[in-house]
């Protein structure tokens, strides 16, 4: 059976300071691999997805994400966090029509 | 262009009554799905439409929920004798044509925020 897991809850950063929201997955076969945010009281927004290629996979807002194989992780990264960047964030496995979703992670960003 | 719409944006009703909530997905999106997300928590799947039929019912919570869609397009989720528990937001998303193992991005709608009484 497929999951995706986020380990953590919340992730605390200060503005300027490089940001990671980790995720790993568990699949068979080749995983599709997607980011999105949710900003309050909004719907969810693609932020980018590894299908095939490159592992760095760069995407919306300066956000990239790097494919791990022997890790089976997907790591959201980005250089310099901002405090709009706070929001949820969701990783998601698309190997079948019914997605599947990790729990969010919050990202806060302190000014 | 146009998202994905829903409405309302926000329902609130007592408990029993019967409400429908609608999504207009993006046009020449053949895939449609029905997320509930609970307060603080993630999405929970509920319903999968390929065109006009739900090859996946499996994540509907119970027998007072059901949905529809028609003309490839417009979809409603119908929750019969609303129970306090059913408070959510009900999020939408289009996709394009699905495959297994598909690569298409999922747009979402806003959501309707459900409150029962």
């Known amino acids: 059976a497929q999951s995706v897991a986020q380990p953590e809850d919340q992730v605390n950063v200060a503005e300027g300071n490089p940001l990671t929201v980790k995720c790993t997955y568990s699949v068979s076969g080749n995983p599709y691999l997607f980011w999105y945010v949710q900003y309050p009281n909004r719907g969810l927004q693609f932020l980018l997805k590894y299908i095939t290629g490159d592992n760095l996979v760069k995407g919306s807002y300066g956000f990239e994400a790097e494919f791990n194989k022997s890790q089976t992780s997907f790591h959201l990264k980005k250089p310099s966090a901002l405090v709009s960047d706070s929001a949820l964030y969701f990783c998601?496995?698309?190997?079948?029509?019914?997605?599947?979703f990790g729990r969010g992670t919050s990202l806060i960003v302190h000014p | 262009g146009a998202g994905v719409s829903q409405s309302p944006s926000n329902k609130v009703t007592e408990k029993g009554k019967d409400v429908e909530l609608r999504c207009d997905p993006i046009s020449g999106h053949t895939a449609l799905y029905w997320y509930r997300q609970r307060l603080g928590q993630g999405l929970e799947f509920l319903i999968y439409?390929?065109?006009?039929?739900?090859?996946?019912k499996s994540g509907l919570p119970s027998d007072r929920f059901s949905a529809e869609r028609t003309g490839e397009s417009v979809s409603t989720l119908t929750i019969q004798r609303t129970q306090q528990e059913d408070s959510a937001v009900y999020l939408c998303a289009s996709s394009k044509v699905e495959t297994s193992g598909t690569s298409d991005e999922q747009f979402f709608g806003p959501g309707t925020r459900l409150t029962v009484l």
């Open positions: 439409f390929q065109g006009n039929s739900a090859p996946d």
């Open positions: 998601v496995e698309r190997g079948s029509y019914i997605p599947t």
